[in-house]
């Protein structure tokens, strides 16, 4: 037994829930390792301290109740703001945002669709719109030489940049 040391078991579990046979194999090795008695000693010094201080009762002040019950009533008399309101002070950044982000896009939607709508009809004689090119191909006496389509979409690719 002197090379299976009973910290572990000591360790494994509390020194109350030892039952009388450990206690017995516990007490047989210490007799013989010191380190092991230290152990033993401090385990069982700490359960009993634990007991005897598990078994004390501390009363409580004689204004310990009344304290704590004016505080209960001053808590509930406070009046609490309603839920609309602190919902509102939480989300209110996240509202405003999305609010100015829905007014901006809808503005750059109208003015881009005005731009567009307003460049088919301002362009001069002989510069053509792709809009033109794809859908107004089937009126007859107005037929686009190839010519004409390929200057429209090189001159449109120019013009973005790309």
Not at 27 to 50: F, G, N
């Amino acid at each position: 037994m002197r090379d299976n040391h009973i910290t572990n078991l000591l360790d494994a579990k509390p020194f109350s829930d030892l039952s009388d046979a450990e206690i017995s194999t516990v007490e047989s090795h210490v007799l013989s390792c010191a380190a092991c008695r230290s152990a033993y000693d401090s385990a069982r010094v700490t359960s009993s301290l634990i007991e005897a201080r598990t078994l004390e009762t501390i009363e409580a002040g004689p204004f310990f109740k009344t304290r704590v019950m004016a505080e209960l009533r001053a808590r509930r008399l406070t009046a609490e703001e309603p839920a609309l309101v602190r919902m509102w002070k939480s989300a209110r950044a996240l509202v405003t945002t999305m609010a100015l982000l829905l007014v901006l896009l809808a503005g750059v939607t109208i003015f881009t669709r005005a731009a567009d709508s307003n460049e088919g009809t301002s362009l001069g004689p002989g510069v053509y719109s792709p809009e033109y090119v794809v859908l107004a191909r089937g009126d007859s006496d107005d037929e686009l030489t190839n010519y004409q389509v390929l200057e429209t979409i090189y001159d449109l690719e120019d013009g973005d940049g790309q």
